[in-house]
């Protein structure tokens, strides 16, 4: 008799033990909400129109729609064309990444991040900056950071950088340093 208690009291410490190694399966919890898009295309091309014509084309990898927010987050590689109002394409942005405000009721801006650089080849000229936000009803854009304008005839470097989408007019608002060379330069002092 005192073999089988000692059997039983084994035994259930055994299970009693088995039970304590097993994992309980991890709950998963799913954020819903205006954190999750509505929609994620992939190799997207979007058109930007303002006062019938098309002001600006966005190529992306992967695009997330939030309709809640009138938002997109453009993701993996992004190229717009800018156009000006007669049609021309003036410039091309490269960027790793965007987000566009007003999807669906006119988009009114962009912001631009990650190695963003704006070409200008009617004006011979290139924008490097680590942001840049793009206003569409004016088409210009803001520099964020730090941000370089090369030329033909040099290079300025500073920040508050304000321009023409087409790189056409610009200007700096805080301290510039470069270097620009040419028979037709002229310094405005302010």
Not at 75 to 92: P, Q
Request: charged residues 25%; proline residues 3%; aromatic residues 8%.
């Amino acid at each position: 008799m005192g073999k089988t208690v000692t059997s039983v009291i084994l035994i259930s410490v055994l299970l009693i033990f088995s039970g304590c190694g097993k994992e309980e399966p991890a709950m998963s919890f799913r954020a819903v909400g205006p954190e999750e898009p509505d929609q994620v295309l992939t190799e997207t091309r979007m058109v930007l129109s303002e006062r019938d014509h098309t002001s600006a084309v966005i190529d992306a990898n992967t695009v997330k729609i939030y309709e809640a927010r009138d938002y997109a987050s453009l993701e993996d590689s992004v190229v717009i064309f800018f156009y000006n109002n007669k049609g021309e394409h003036t410039t091309t942005l490269t960027a790793m990444k965007g987000e566009i405000w007003g999807v669906y009721d006119n988009a009114d801006s962009l912001k631009a991040t990650g190695d963003v650089v704006i070409r200008s080849e009617e004006n011979n000229a290139f924008m490097e900056a680590p942001a840049i936000r793009w206003v569409a009803a004016d088409s210009l854009v803001y520099g964020e950071g730090l941000v370089r304008l090369n030329s033909e005839n040099g290079y300025e470097e500073g920040t508050g950088f304000e321009a023409k989408d087409d790189l056409s007019e610009y200007r700096f608002r805080g301290p510039v340093s470069g270097e620009v060379h040419g028979d037709d330069v002229e310094i405005i002092d302010r």
